[in-house]
């Protein structure tokens, strides 16, 4: 099946033209036009050169990839289903992308983190494995019933933690199999950035990947959820983004006029 357009592609040709008469002219305009225009040209060139091919061979792998770590959503006969796993694969890509040429241009330059006050906060998050968070039982034993016993409290902890560090290990190894999706092929594109990184700037890389990864699986949790309601059997005439916008809309208000109850 063929993948859904790419609305935002840029035409190489049409770019290629564009440079070639910007070039020839340059040489009659003003400086300030000329500072303009030269902006231009190193966006178009980054876009055309760089993230566009780099994007394309990340949306073709993410696409393989999606159907095998969600393999409910490998369902035949299913059009619009497919051309959200195109649209949730080509949007991680072209996020991941663009953010790492920005990244590593940022790091060339030798600009600092956009945030640093979060850096910390940030490698541990996207790049370090998800931790188990345990509980050890106290929020149970504020309860003045006496009708709860330690005995109790203890196999709620157990289920509750159990439960914590199923979820993590269930996310790390996602997380472990997008990186292994992804990496060669930021290596295959952005070789020469990536081996000049030192131990922060890998950490920066880090970040871009997690943050990737964290905004993918949450479109494929998305999209699970709505196959398994039945909302994905009609076109509704929405790409995925405006169809989970407006189906988490329609969710909330259903959910306050009940009175919070599902």
């Given at each position: ?32 036009l000329?500072?303009?225009g ?44 497919d ?102 092929i ?7 950035g ?21 905004l ?47």
């Amino acid at each position: 099946m063929a993948k859904t357009p790419d609305k935002g592609k840029i035409d190489r040709d049409e770019y290629l033209d564009m440079r070639y008469m910007y070039y020839k002219l340059r040489k009659y305009f003003p400086d300030d036009l000329k500072e303009k225009g030269d902006w231009i040209m190193d966006f178009f060139h980054a876009r055309v050169e760089i993230i566009q091919p780099a994007k394309y061979d990340l949306q073709d792998a993410l696409i393989e990839h999606t159907k095998r770590q969600y393999p409910q959503l490998d369902v035949a006969g299913k059009p619009y289903l497919d051309e959200c796993i195109d649209e949730i694969a080509l949007m991680a890509a072209d996020f991941l992308a663009a953010d790492l040429y920005e990244e590593l241009k940022n790091i060339r330059e030798g600009k600092p983190y956009y945030m640093p006050e979060k850096f910390a906060d940030h490698v541990a998050f996207f790049c370090r494995p998800r931790i188990p968070k345990l509980e050890n039982g106290d929020n149970y034993r504020v309860s003045k019933s006496g009708k709860i016993t330690e005995e109790m409290i203890q196999q709620w902890v157990k289920e509750d933690n159990d439960d914590e560090i199923a979820y993590c290990n269930e996310v790390n190894g996602r997380k472990s199999a997008f990186i292994e999706t992804v990496q060669p092929i930021l290596f295959k594109h952005f070789k020469e950035g990536l081996d000049e990184l030192d131990v922060d700037g890998w950490n920066r890389y880090g970040i871009v990947v997690g943050n990737a990864f964290e905004l993918y699986s949450d479109d494929c949790r998305d999209l699970a959820g709505y196959l398994e309601d039945g909302l994905l059997d009609v076109h509704p005439g929405l790409d995925f983004h405006r169809f989970a916008l407006k189906t988490d809309k329609e969710q909330r208000e259903a959910y306050k006029l009940s009175g919070g109850k599902k």
